[in-house]
Every structure is written in C-alpha cells, then in structure tokens.
C-alpha cells in the first residue's frame, strides 16, 4: 500500500509563479526523493534528499524535507509550461514508497 | 543499454489469459525493481531484485503474480489468470545499488488493458 499523500492533489498556476507541492510519509526514512512523470508513463529522477539534510537546490527546484514532523517539500521557482508533469514523492527505506501525487498545470 | 527498456510497451489481453512482461535493466545495475500503477495513482511496489534473487517480494498482490531474474540482468513479470483488475502501468525501475543515492532509473512501463 502507498505510504505518503502528496498535497494538493492538483495545481494550477501561470508561468512565471512558483509552485508548492507538499508531502507526507510515515516511517522512518534513509532519503526521499522526488520524480516527475509525463503522460502517466516513465517517471524521471528530480532531486534526493538525505534523512540528515533540511534543504537541497537543483536549478529551480528547492526541496526541504522535516523528519520530526515526516514531511518534504518541493518548489519549483519561475515555472515554465514545460513543468506541467505530475510530481510524486518517494520516501526511500529500502525501496522507493510513493505517494499519490500532485499533478501541476502551468499555463502559458 | 542507455536505459531501463521495457517490452511490450501495450498489450491487451483477455481476462484469464497469461502475460509476461520484460524489463531489460541499465547494464551492470545489480538492483531491480517492478512497481505498478493504476490511473490517478503513484506507483505500488511488488517486488524488487538484487542480483538473481528476490529481496523483498512483498508487494505482489496474491499468487497470480511472479517474476523472476534468472541471470541478473533481464527481469520478466508474469501474471497467471489475468484480471480486470490487473489492468495498469507496469513500471520497471533499475540502480546500481540498493538505495542508490543518485535514484533509480524508470523505464516507459508497460500499460496492461485486460478486456
């Protein structure tokens, strides 16, 4: 069964705005991870942060994640249309548990 | 190979049939994974590999379902007595390690449609 549960489940902004996807998990992690799926098919490998970190960039992407309170989150800065995706955390153990998702909409 | 590729992309069956699916891993991963997922939902883990054996097969949602890895390299998931509810994205993922920091790399999947 799916451990964690994305909020919100769905997010619409204009380009340009930045985006906020939160996410919850229950058990203890080794690191959690973020990917994004196009189309319900492949998901790509965004960004990792260890149990021992707060906070991780990668271009536009900010991610921080809180242990004592079991949540991450990720923030994409000025977003393009090219975003529109779904965004799944997955808090990693020994494999990935993946939430539900939240699918962005980013309108030119 | 440059990814993880899975074979077929679709395949539609009727309800009862045998299905195998193939996931052909990133050369020299020795970890392996196979997750389904089902419209609206995040991916749901069954099973995953180290080397030739199954570490954790946990998530296989009854007996119908098996895989196997018999050189460590190629996976195939097969599903006896298909179902309606079997219906969903098969997705196959591969890492050089277990708990590879640098993540795990997914293939297109494979989108199952049992009329």
């Known amino acids: 069964s799916q451990q964690g549960e994305e909020d919100p489940q769905a997010l619409s902004i204009q380009e340009g705005e930045n985006a906020t996807m939160n996410c919850s998990y229950k058990?203890?992690?080794?690191?959690l991870q973020w990917y994004r799926q196009n189309s319900g098919r492949g998901l790509v490998h965004l960004i990792l942060?260890?149990?021992?970190?707060r906070e991780k960039h990668s271009g536009r992407l900010r991610v921080t994640l809180d242990t004592s309170k079991k949540s991450s989150s990720l923030l994409i800065t000025a977003s393009r249309a090219a975003d529109t995706a779904s965004y799944f955390c997955?808090?990693?153990?020994?494999?990935?548990?993946f939430g539900k998702g939240t699918m962005l909409l980013v309108s030119p | 190979g440059a990814g993880v590729s899975q074979t077929p992309s679709n395949k539609v069956t009727e309800k009862g049939k045998y299905v195998e699916l193939r996931c052909d891993p990133i050369s020299g991963h020795t970890a392996l994974y196979w997750y389904r997922q089902s419209l609206g939902q995040g991916p749901e883990f069954l099973i995953y590999f180290q080397g030739t054996g199954a570490a954790d097969d946990s998530g296989l949602p009854n007996d119908r379902f098996f895989a196997v890895r018999p050189e460590g390299s190629v996976s195939t998931l097969k599903i006896q007595r298909t179902e309606r509810g079997d219906s969903a994205v098969y997705l196959c993922?591969?890492?050089?390690?277990?708990?590879?920091?640098?993540?795990?790399?997914f293939g297109s999947g494979t989108r199952l449609t049992v009329v």
């Open positions: 058990t203890s992690i080794n690191n």
């Open positions: 942060i260890r149990s021992n970190e």
């Open positions: 997955a808090s990693v153990y020994s494999t990935l548990t």
């Open positions: 993922a591969s890492s050089l390690t277990l708990g590879d920091p640098y993540g795990y790399t």
